[in-house]
């Protein structure tokens, strides 16, 4: 397969892609034609139908797997392609993991670890919301695994949100051992649940986007919502364990300004902050650095404030 | 009965007062003694019982009402009463209303108006979720009609919650004639049930605290919660609409800096936020110029950031 | 007549257009041409002369009506009118109103509202204000019916300064019902007065920019000083109220950095400074919704600072 | 002449001081007094008339000078004089000089100053405006010159706003040699009238508190106002030139968040912006170093914002 | 002993105290007495000499160790010791480790991990320049074991330099583990560096308060001065390596308004600053909750700027 | 010699320019080319080399003076050359003046007029600190001539550096005539030695861009460790002097948020931010006004951070 960042102008092209996006159009003279977003793993390219009723073009969707045979041209300094050719393909024709970003840690080893840290978590009431959610609930399950961690920014892939949850509750376990003030049952389960509203606040990939209720609710509160639902099924949960939870869910952006309606107020929601926000940043420059190969100066980086430079030796 | 307010150094008191607060303490020199606050409507004053175990000191506990016999003296600046005797009184010896803070204006007419705006709600999803609150779930009736909207600030009396709550709806009942693109179901709804998560985020009078709730998880997160768990039961409630009124309520501080995690996004809770902060910055103004009669400049006022003073004539 | 919005791509038109601005210059190979661009009240569009000496173009300048024909072609993805013929037009071969934008109400009926409010102040002083400006200075009312709110924004269009100045002063009125403790007839005064600087901040339609003036002091400025000089030619103003007038006029912003110099101090001028906020977000969302039949989410607007979207059923 | 700085637990005192406050009080119990304050250049001092009926006591006010016997006690860790005799002196009997905070600079040479700059202005127009209010207003003159420029803060003494506005206006001055686009005669106008509303912003000593007027409007829109009102009485003052001088009045703070409602627009507002803050803060360190004798860190001063220390040579 | 925190009222006292403060002052009446704050591990109290120059009060200064005899009273609520008899100890009569607060942690064995960590740098021009610091340098190493990391604040007693830093390196090696992007060996020598200037920032123990230099420079620039001085020693130092060191010093705040002039420009310096911030703030919580035994609400707390409760299972 | 600003599209040029930038590309279809940049006083411009291999193409490098012959032509809105030979050129052949923009001002006389300055300070310590890097540093005196002020902002020319010193010292010159509180030397010491470090925080002309240093360290900080090495050489230096000077050079930019590590403590420090922001200020202004004959609005620039204007007569 010819993957969408290695084409040129000129190249004519004759592989499956993932279809983003489909819209329909009118040229300035009145001619309906049909913008399309190719998508495979190495990223998206623009492709036009001009003539969208002409034989040889099929009937599919955004969300389709089509084959197209097309020209690339460069087009105010874009490649986009021509379409000629468009065969709605089935399953088995294609292989998704070609169409979409993915973790580059396995995704079942990642899980496995993250049952390890919720079997070592001891209060019976706490593990019981972790089984609740990531043993218990298949739905959850699948989703959790394969959702990204976010829309752009950082964790952008599918596995994304496995693997920030992951590393979040591992530095949270560190944590817990150097400062032993802190309750581990506790931040463990408030680290694996943190973003777990992220699974309702995006849609599923290939879209990955914002869904309505993410938009209007963010993955906060919804996550908080979702907690809620299963401590009211146990019965005797301790109240003020219960509100202890839901805070450090509800404060783990750690200011208003970034979206939590409160501050952290125990040491464990601190901790969950921190570890949350050390994460994000690690994996933010990582991305950042394997996006290229430059060695001087990056320029400046909105998520890190600041113009970012390559260390020597990495 | 005599008011606290008008107790002067050097009077002998024998009334029934409310206890708000009571704590066992030792003075430096090792002699055990209780601080105790007595409450009445006009205000609060400290106490001591010197000889806690004497004869005539009755047993009673905080939010107790209790005849207190003592003499009132000036300490530090500060009127204070020491305790001779302490009757712990019961049930009709006493008018609550005398002992709390109450609303200006007549709880039932203020309900009734309330209950006006409700049945003028047309949309019947929204007007379930109002009915089951304020005219189904009686537990919920009581506290709010009873519930003060804050600890201090505006609206810190028995039925300040409602007062506050029928005039935020008066105001969007207003907008929603001026501004015709306003929905306006969707407006009175969200604009009586912005601040029912006040009734768990507050105690009960004659405590008025925060509560450990209130203080984990806050009003605007539990009143969305609130709501939720409503509309759950309503078979085929469009979802959207769910959104957009737990939206409205998640959105009515308007600043993500003021507790609210998501900014307005829909014109209705643009318009909420408004009735909002307008009412509260009027009751303060209010309460603040019925406390004085002063009319020269009054100081900086936190809440309204400014040096204020009454206009000329009001 | 052929509106500019409605023009496609290798269209020819000949109409008569307002000129909004017309200025020579030369091509990089030296040879002269004119930039003009074209008005009517639904937008504008460019326009180039490249023959400005040829027969068939006429002498004319900017805030000309003038008969175009051309053809329009796409540039830069954006439509341009290549001039062939212009001939300046005199009045009566054309209507002003076909070519600025006006408000959807009536004009002559706001102001008779307007008015029946200043028939409603009793103070008389502060009537005598009103009177002077509203109903005696002839050239002053033209100016503030014409005049818009704004150059962009909200309310940008004839008629705007009075739609928005009736719209705050209704607000304000329905707040000295809910609050009694406002002086209604300083809140209705200072609700009237508190754009009148806008007449000279913004120059009159089409130009509808700012002036040197409006740049250097600001509406805010200018509007205080417009009604210090009828106050000083008031015998026996009072000179308290004439203070709280000029205050609620310089404090109506709300925020020093929102260019009001002062906070508001007294309780009418927090209440304008609310009318004058909420009228000018309700009317920013209308006009937004007005101008897109998008159902999905609008993308961020920087004056409600946020992701805005339609509510499902307005 | 015994001075208030000077006085001890124990002292008796029989001098003439200005009465800078009365108040009439009631004790606790009951019985009327008079609260009063002292004031000479050294500082104030609280008095407590306990038997205001009593022989001796004579009638007087506030602003009068009055022959105090009386004697000094600590109370509270504050020295305070009950008064045993009070009456009320003439002038003559004092020399007011001995009773306020005095510029250590001479009050008519610094006029001279000033006078000399203004002579200097060579554009026509500019110079009116200043010899309406330097030269000819003998009202405004007496009042520039024994007014302070702050009721704390900085120059706050008599003489106070002459010998701020004449630093400016030096600074200014070098200004203009060392940046030749400058125009000198601008900036030196603006220079000498940036402060004029505080004639009006502040009463007169003793009492050199904020007037209602400076509470309302503030002295920055008021100095624009009288300057505004010298050109209107000036045939063919060029419009452009007049919205020069009033923005750089009006802008001269800098930020709008320092009450300035226009940023600077033009090179001498920048300029007039920095000669103003640069004097300001100089002599607020001056004034503090002269207030101690401290060698070590002073503490946080809110003016600088930051922790001060004497340079260990000046 | 008895130590300062078990003092009561009407106590007499007979013990040694170290003398953290002395200085002669006069009484309102001109009677000289001497001002003297007591100090040992448990805290300070303020102690009164009234007759300095009586027998039985010998001759001593700050930081001396004196055998004091007096009398515990209350005076304004605060506990003041009148002193009777004073005598200057010599060495061998206390033992100085009842007199001031000490890390919790052995300070050998947290030498000793740190010597493991910078022997397992590898780099070996890092390499020297820590053990150039950590290994050779006597008075530094005395220095440096014996400092706080703070006057207050946190980890403010015997030991906190070296425990918070010891702390920081061992974050900083787990995220070396977790993120393989990190250069461990810069990672580890910026962690075990970047506090080196409070050595000179604060004064040593008992006084621990800033020096002039501290100040005036701070120890964020203090430490890149030293690191700079042992670099320009060692011949070939790699120049890039230099600046990435010096930076992630100079940086380790991570934003312009806490000190740092430069923000984190490589993965090292954004992981330093996680570290530092989050073992400043996990003692802090922890260094509060052993402070006190109540398990309520303990009101707002500046550093953590949250309301803040103990977890009710640690 | 035909200026790059004076080019049109359609010109042939056969000129010596500076190569400011040279580096390999590609063409999508695979094609090696070459991008430089051309750069003389006037500005720079995109250039081309579409056969890098072809005759007449000679070897060069960026930083070389290179005869160009080619053809200018217009691309998206920018000319572009298009080059077709090009010559290496040697020493002599080009004046390097016509390639850099310099200082208005004779450097030789501006030097002179700071080294009496320098002559000026009478501290002895302080005189040696500027001698030995203004009268005996050949190297550091030819970098300060030489060197810019900044990459782009103001004073970013051949010469700035030394303007920009010499314009802030003789303000603190007058300012410590004004104000005698000031310490002279200390502050004519610090203002010359400001910026000195801007030497190592830029490359020389013609690159005049941010070096590694530069970004990880800056201007402010590295100049503090010029001057320490300096001082650390001189016997005696009164380390608290020492200390007020470094202080000044550290906090001269007034803010932490603007880059200063420590806000100003002593009255110098003060002083010289005023001047080193005043100049700044001033000389943004000028430069604006030189590049620019507009005599309208200008709009918003970004450091003066307002809407400028042309004062009518400068």
């Given amino acids: 397969m010819k993957y969408l960042q290695d084409l040129h102008d000129g190249d004519r092209i004759s592989d499956i892609y993932l279809i983003k996006h489909k819209q329909s159009a009118v040229t300035k003279n009145g001619k309906p034609y049909e913008n399309v977003i190719l998508q495979d793993k190495t990223g998206t390219m623009d492709a036009k139908i001009w003539e969208p009723n002409s034989a040889g073009i099929g009937d599919f969707d955004a969300l389709d797997y089509v084959e197209i045979v097309g020209d690339v041209s460069s087009y105010n300094g ?5 379409v000629k050719r468009a065969r709605l393909c089935h399953e088995g024709e294609y292989n998704p993991a070609d169409y979409l970003p993915v973790s580059s840690k396995d995704i079942p080893t990642m899980y496995n670890e993250l049952l390890g840290l919720i079997n070592s978590v001891n209060n019976k009431y706490l593990k019981y919301v972790l089984e ?15 959702s990204s961690a976010a829309k752009a920014v950082h964790h952008g892939f599918v596995g994304g949100l496995l693997e920030h949850t992951l590393s979040v509750a591992k530095l949270c376990d560190f944590f817990s051992k150097q400062y032993p003030k802190l309750n581990r049952d ?15 606040e995006l849609s ?4 990955n986007d914002y869904t309505d209720e993410g938009q209007f609710i963010g993955h906060i509160v919804i996550g908080v919502e979702m907690v809620d639902k299963i401590i009211d ?6 109240p003020f364990l219960a509100a202890e939870l839901r805070h450090c869910i509800l404060s783990h952006h750690g200011e208003l300004e ?8 125990i040491m464990e929601a601190v901790a ?4 949350d926000n050390t994460d994000a940043k690690m994996e933010t420059f990582t991305e950042l650095l394997n996006s290229t190969t430059e060695t001087g100066w990056l320029g ?3 998520l890190l404030d600041s113009n970012l430079i390559r260390t020597r030796e990495e």
Avoid: M, W
């Fill in 78 to 82: 874009q490649l986009q392609v021509s």
């Fill in 132 to 146: 609740d959610l990531f043993v218990k609930d298949e739905k959850f399950i699948k989703q959790f695994k394969y």
């Fill in 186 to 200: 506790l931040l463990i389960t408030a680290a694996i649940c943190h973003d777990i509203g992220k699974t309702k």
């Fill in 204 to 207: 599923a990939f290939p879209q």
């Fill in 233 to 238: 099924q146990i019965p005797d949960f301790p």
């Fill in 258 to 265: 970034f979206g939590s309606p409160k501050k952290p107020a």
């Fill in 272 to 275: 969950l902050n921190f570890a």
């Fill in 300 to 302: 400046f980086n909105r």
